[in-house]
């Protein structure tokens, strides 16, 4: 079963500090979809080369640590559906000593990564990228031939789904009229804009945590998309963005990303700026309704009053994991903001600690 997202960040965080005395600390990332026996295979044929590692101490850690990756993947039938990371090395902080530890979790989100690694430390890039995501933004990029539906979680880009339209070029078969080929070229356009709509409504309609959609392609096809697609109310005011863009494929959903920068961070921005305004809000009109500092809401979340934590991005690590799991101990939502908006500074000026309550208390 999957790990949650607070379950990643703590994992991440303890994996991080994790220091190896040479490279024989192991990561294995098995991509979503990856055959698991092939990456077993692989692990074996490691473990064969490792024999020329001319450190002793250094060869019994790897080729150890590697019999174990080889064991734990043994377990599985097949790759679980969001992949597999496995951690394993001697953690000892003792020369001539052994501590052999292995972690073996499948993450929250399909992992797009695949690798084997001996360092020095664990490679945890790709699940502390995953560990950030809170939102995802849908993604279409579409001429009259083609769409590429995909998603953007965090900083991966998926694509989810590619179609053709089948709509002829420009070069007329012989003995058709200009007037009826551009009635069966506009009737195969049709059907396909409608076939897109029906795609986009089945991928992103019950979609959880979709904050908006990004359209992309070149002119003027996009714009009679969106104008003639037939898509949902609910989908045609999720758009956010319409780009010019030239490729169609999945690199395509690639340039529509880089390309939407500026609307992407703006609607983190937004969404902070909201968040902050509720809770000052919140703080004036109702101060018995909402907490700040460290102490007061430690207080609100030990009487399970807290409705939303609200933490600084400024927070040292070790603090925000702290007030996380005590927020999820009595299932309050979490969030947190960075100092660039004005009310960003003005909490962080404030603790950077701070709470909407569920009940008042006293």
């Not at 579409?142 to 179609?163: S, W, Y």
């Not at 053709?164 to 007037?179: D, L, T, W």
Request: with cysteine; aromatic share 6%.
């Amino acid at each position: 079963m999957a790990i949650s997202h607070d379950e990643l960040f703590d994992l991440v965080e303890m994996l991080g500090k994790i220091r190896g005395r040479h490279t024989e600390l192991v990561t294995v990332m098995v991509p979503a979809g990856a055959n698991i026996y092939t990456i077993a295979d692989q692990i074996a044929a490691e473990g064969s080369t490792a024999d020329n590692i001319k450190s002793k101490t250094t060869r019994k850690n790897v080729v150890d640590a590697l019999e174990m990756v080889g064991r734990e993947l043994k377990k599985f039938k097949q790759t679980p559906p969001n992949g597999l990371a496995i951690f394993c090395g001697n953690i000892s902080e003792k020369e001539g000593q052994s501590d052999l530890q292995i972690w073996a979790i499948e993450p929250p989100q399909p992992l797009r990564t695949r690798l084997y690694r001996c360092d020095q430390t664990f490679i945890i890039d790709p699940l502390r990228e995953m560990g950030e995501v809170q939102e995802v933004y849908g993604l279409l990029v579409m001429d009259r031939k083609e769409a590429t539906i995909g998603v953007l979680e965090g900083k991966q880009i998926r694509m989810i789904r590619k179609m053709s339209s089948g709509v002829p070029g420009k070069i007329r078969a012989g003995g058709q009229s200009a007037q009826r080929f551009e009635r069966i070229t506009e009737g195969l356009a049709k059907e396909f804009f409608r076939r897109v709509s029906e795609s986009m409504k089945e991928i992103f309609f019950d979609m959880p945590k979709l904050k908006g959609i990004l359209v992309g392609g070149p002119v003027p096809t996009k714009e009679e998309f969106l104008e003639q697609g037939q898509l949902v109310t609910k989908l045609k005011d999720m758009v956010i963005g319409v780009k010019d863009i030239g490729n169609t494929d999945e690199s395509g959903l690639e340039d529509l990303v880089i390309a939407s920068q500026d609307i992407l961070s703006s609607q983190e921005i937004i969404k902070e700026k909201k968040l902050l305004e509720k809770f000052f809000m919140t703080l004036g009109k109702k101060p018995d309704m909402a907490a700040y500092g460290e102490e007061p809401v430690k207080k609100a979340l030990k009487y399970g009053a807290v409705q939303l934590l609200i933490l600084s991005k400024k927070l040292t690590k070790d603090k925000i994991r702290e007030l996380r799991s005590l927020a999820e101990g009595i299932s309050a939502d979490v969030e947190l903001v960075s100092i660039e908006t004005p009310e960003g500074e003005q909490f962080w000026n404030i603790s950077g600690i701070g709470a909407i309550l569920r009940f008042a208390t006293g």
